[in-house]
């Protein structure tokens, strides 16, 4: 996967696998597990959810009110220039 | 699977879209099913990608799978990110959906469901979808660059300038008819009114609790905004019933006006974590989950359309708004067919986060489909109902009367019966006091969308319940596109600004902050005033502007990927942009015309301002406000022109050989991706 080791949805690398229908550690994922997957990944991407995980990565931060914080300052300038279709 | 069982299968499908569009067409006289056109809009969509989005990416895009995207060698963690294609696609989707393909078909639907229907799907598989997914693939193969960088670089200095002017004009022309739409939607709606000042504070509780009581998590916090926002629509009901309460809330178009201006302002100038990122959250929410239950609905319910295939307004003499079939049922359906804006965001972020150039297609192509089939729903919407009902609803005053006998007189003596009387029972049935004269498409879609869901979830009890909520999804929607778009716009001046005294560019300079913000909003304000004060109804003048100038920007995007394919030395398969580039100069062209010269005052502006001016008593702002619109118009119309003639400059260079055929693409690098894969 890439370097970050982190997928566009904030997922790690064992999750993207199984996304691509890879068995791991011989299990494979249902059709139902795998759909669930993603679209849990493509909301946790379209509610930046993912995008604060791969700050926390970046950063090497946890969770908290400061680092959330330091992360809306980041991504406030772009959030607000990113046009939202009619 | 064997390929006689594939061929066996598309065949199938082919037969079945046939048959389905050949009833939608040619089916007169008792009413047909909205499955009809659910399925039409299906096999369409999946012809078109299945073997159209197939040609154009491999005959003339040449999709390169070995070729690494800017996500990969430009991976940052931040915009650069490489992500799963449905991620993707969903990520997109939830950019490129707005109010537009709702309110856009809704409009449209007084010609009948046919021209608008057939509009949506050949005009989104020709035209919308191509134009998303030629754009992104170009964006991809050059960092992710904006459109307007890309119009620079590969048309020329003037169509940068144009694009840019493209992008401002629509923001303002958008907000104003966006604002006008919810002014309609909520004025002596009391109901209404309050559940949608209740989303204001419940954006900003939103924001504090994702700021300080559960950081990050943004779903949990939407899903708590959304129950707070359904608790706010069974509040509605309580305060409509209350006299004194409902008193507070009774707002005239003008008060509501002035208010959505105020907002307007100062969404734009408070932080962005405390009101626009949780009112953008909880209207993605909102509208995600709205789009797949209506898609449920529909299907469930599977209703009759009551609207016939066409009416007798398609000779222009329409009460909706003024204008013949050609070309204003094109301009008025912009979103769900073809739309400019959303090259904008194909050039966005969308091509930042792509793995594989192969995916554009999926992303680009297919996330227009569904926007596409969310305009068909909005059709279907507008078409179950009564066409007496339509019409009452969507007819100006100017048009119809004010007095409910006389309007349902005027609408019966079209042909579409409805009586007084049927109008206040459905006004009761949803919580209103009346239904009369509510312009702007989205009370029509809301009782549409109301009746498909209390026919297929809760029954009748339900309508009135259902039918705020599709007018809170609606004016969520667009209260969330006026935010994000006053700040865009707020930005974009002051970028330009910069060039003139730096400090005006400070994004974090309040004196600048304040100023550039009052310019955007009074600029949009403008024109919500204008169309809040027309007797005709503004939406009938402004809607075709906003549409006029959204295909604008899809003729400046046509432009730079025709340039592009000219300069790929693919100018044989040049029609694939340039034939969707011809058509949307022949209707900006032709409906602007109409709307600047028109003899008929319901159509043209100046011989409006004429009519205005000869009349006793003439109101100059009216005459002022038709003279600007022409002025507006015609400087739209010029922009298209300048653009055109500065690309068809370059291509004859590039094909005559003056020019080399260069493209300015990033060099090419081989993805890890592709060997990951094999291995």
Redesign the interface.
């Known amino acids: 996967?890439?370097?970050?080791g982190?997928?566009?949805?904030g997922i790690n690398e064992v999750e993207?696998n199984r996304?691509h229908g890879k068995s791991m550690r011989g299990i494979s994922l249902t059709a139902f597990e795998h759909t669930l997957t993603?679209l849990m990944?493509?909301?946790?991407?379209?509610?930046?959810?993912a995008?604060?995980a791969?700050?926390l990565?970046?950063k090497q931060m946890t969770?908290?009110?400061e680092?959330?914080?330091a992360?809306?300052r980041?991504?406030?300038?772009?959030?607000?220039?990113?046009?939202?279709?009619? | 699977m064997p390929k006689p069982l594939r061929v066996l299968i598309w065949l199938v499908v082919a037969a079945l879209g046939a048959l389905s569009l050949a009833t939608v067409a040619l089916h007169r006289g008792e009413q047909i099913n909205a499955m009809w056109l659910v399925v039409a809009a299906i096999c369409t969509y999946a012809i078109g990608f299945r073997f159209y989005s197939k040609f154009i990416a491999t005959k003339v895009l040449v999709l390169d799978g070995q070729r690494a995207t800017p996500a990969e060698r430009l991976e940052n963690g931040r915009d650069f990110v490489p992500t799963n294609k449905w991620v993707v696609f969903g990520h997109h989707f939830a950019a490129i959906a707005g109010p537009g393909p709702l309110v856009g078909p809704v409009l449209a639907a007084q010609f009948g469901y046919l021209p608008g229907t057939l509009w949506i799907l050949a005009g989104a598989v020709f035209g919308g979808c191509v134009q998303d997914f030629v754009i992104l693939l170009f964006s991809v193969r050059r960092d992710g660059k904006s459109l307007t960088e890309m119009a620079r670089e590969e048309v020329g200095r003037l169509g940068g300038l144009v694009a840019y002017m493209a992008v401002i004009s629509i923001i303002v022309i958008l907000l104003g008819v966006c604002a006008l739409v919810v002014v309609n939607a909520l004025k002596a709606s009391p109901w209404g009114t309050f559940t949608i000042a209740m989303t204001i504070p419940i954006a900003l509780l939103m924001g504090v609790y994702l700021r300080t009581l559960r950081p990050g998590k943004v779903l949990e916090t939407s899903a708590l905004g959304f129950v707070l926002v359904m608790l706010a629509i069974w509040g509605g009901q309580w305060v409509s019933q209350t006299p004194s309460l409902a008193a507070w809330f009774t707002l005239s178009a003008s008060a509501l006006a002035i208010l959505i201006i105020i907002y307007g302002f100062a969404a734009s100038a408070l932080p962005v974590w405390l009101l626009l990122a949780p009112r953008d959250y909880l209207s993605t929410f909102v509208k995600l989950g709205t789009i797949a239950l209506l898609a449920l609905g529909i299907v469930a319910l599977r209703p009759g359309l009551h609207m016939p295939p066409l009416t007798r307004f398609i000779d222009g003499t329409g009460p909706v708004f003024a204008g013949n079939v050609f070309p204003f049922a094109f301009i008025t359906i912009a979103c769900g067919a073809i739309s400019g804006f959303h090259s904008l965001i194909s050039s966005g972020t969308t091509p930042k986060l792509i793995r594989r150039e192969t995916e554009a297609r999926m992303v680009g192509y297919g996330a227009m489909m569904a926007e596409s089939m969310v305009a068909i729903m909005a059709m279907i919407a507008a078409c179950v109902l009564q066409p007496g009902i339509y019409f009452a609803i969507n007819s100006p005053a100017g048009i119809v009367g004010q007095a409910p006998e006389a309007a349902a007189a005027t609408i019966s003596g079209w042909g579409f019966p409805i009586t007084a009387a049927e109008m206040h029972s459905l006004a009761q049935s949803v919580g209103e006091q009346t239904l009369y004269n509510r312009t702007g498409g989205a009370p029509a879609f809301a009782v549409g969308m109301a009746h498909i869901f209390s026919n297929s979830l809760g029954g009748q009890a339900l309508m009135a319940i259902w039918y705020h909520f599709a007018i809170m999804f609606e004016a969520l929607f667009i209260l969330t596109v006026l935010d994000a778009g006053t700040r865009v716009g707020r930005f974009m001046v002051q970028d330009a600004l910069a060039h003139v005294w730096k400090p005006l560019g400070r994004t974090s300079w309040y004196p600048s902050v304040l100023s550039t913000s009052a310019l955007i909003v009074g600029a949009w304000g403008y024109f919500l005033w204008q169309g809040v004060k027309d007797p005709l109804g503004g939406i009938n003048s402004l809607w075709p502007l906003f549409g006029i100038s959204n295909q604008l920007l899809a003729a400046v995007a046509l432009c730079v990927a025709t340039t592009i394919i000219i300069k790929m030395s693919k100018a044989r398969y040049a029609a694939v942009t340039l034939l969707p580039l011809i058509w949307l100069v022949a209707i900006t062209f032709t409906a602007s015309w109409h709307k600047i010269f028109d003899p008929n005052p319901r159509i043209g502006f100046l011989s409006h301002a004429s009519l205005l001016a000869a009349s006793p008593g003439a109101n100059a702002r009216l005459i002022f406000n038709d003279r600007l619109d022409a002025v507006v118009t015609a400087t739209l119309i010029v922009m298209i022109g300048l653009i055109v003639l500065e690309s068809m400059v370059e291509w004859a260079r590039v094909l005559s050989g003056r020019k080399q055929a260069k493209v300015k693409e990033s060099p090419f690098v081989p993805t890890r991706f592709a060997t990951e894969e094999q291995g």
């Not at chain 1, 996967?1 to 970050?4: D, K, L, P």
């Not at chain 1, 990944?41 to 959810?49: P, S, T, Y």
Request: charged share 30%; net charge positive.
């Open positions: 996967m890439n370097g970050a982190m997928d566009g949805a993207m996304l993603l990944a493509a909301l946790r991407e379209i509610f930046d959810e995008a604060y791969r700050f990565n970046r969770a908290s009110r680092t959330y914080a992360f809306c980041e991504c406030d300038g772009a959030k607000a220039r990113r046009p939202r279709c009619c």
